[in-house]
């Protein structure tokens, strides 16, 4: 059983920074990708960055040069640092792993519960 537990969300003032963290767990045989994405009341779930296998790494428009994704394979942990925050960034964020169990397997998509991200003066 692959679970996803995220952590380091909060309440933060507009400008300030915060670090989400994802540890997993379980046996995934191959991870394709990892990711964060977010989703605002009213709105449809969005990705906000997102880290290949390869390292390779993609941010939506709204957050580049401002988040940063990153791992450490040996905590089985990603990171979404995130800067100068500005209140439209206000969500809940989610992890993802996009990643298969055994070599044969269809690669499939594990989600974390949601960290609460408010920016609010």
């Known amino acids: 059983q692959v679970q996803l537990v995220e952590s380091g969300g909060g309440l933060v003032q507009p400008g300030g920074s915060l670090r989400l963290s994802c540890a997993y767990s379980g046996t995934i045989f191959v991870i394709y990708a990892m990711g964060w994405y977010r989703q605002a009341p009213g709105k449809q779930r969005e990705l906000v960055a997102r880290m290949t296998r390869g390292g390779s790494t993609d941010y939506a428009d709204s957050v580049k040069g401002r988040f940063t994704i990153s791992r450490d394979n040996a905590k089985s942990t990603q990171y979404l640092q995130m800067n100068n925050l500005k209140p439209e960034d206000t969500a809940v964020y989610y992890c993802?792993?996009?990643?298969?169990?055994?070599?044969?397997?269809?690669?499939?998509?594990?989600w974390g519960q949601g960290t609460q991200v408010t920016v609010s003066s």
């Open positions: 993802n792993i996009n990643g298969a169990a055994d070599p044969l397997a269809t690669p499939y998509d594990y």
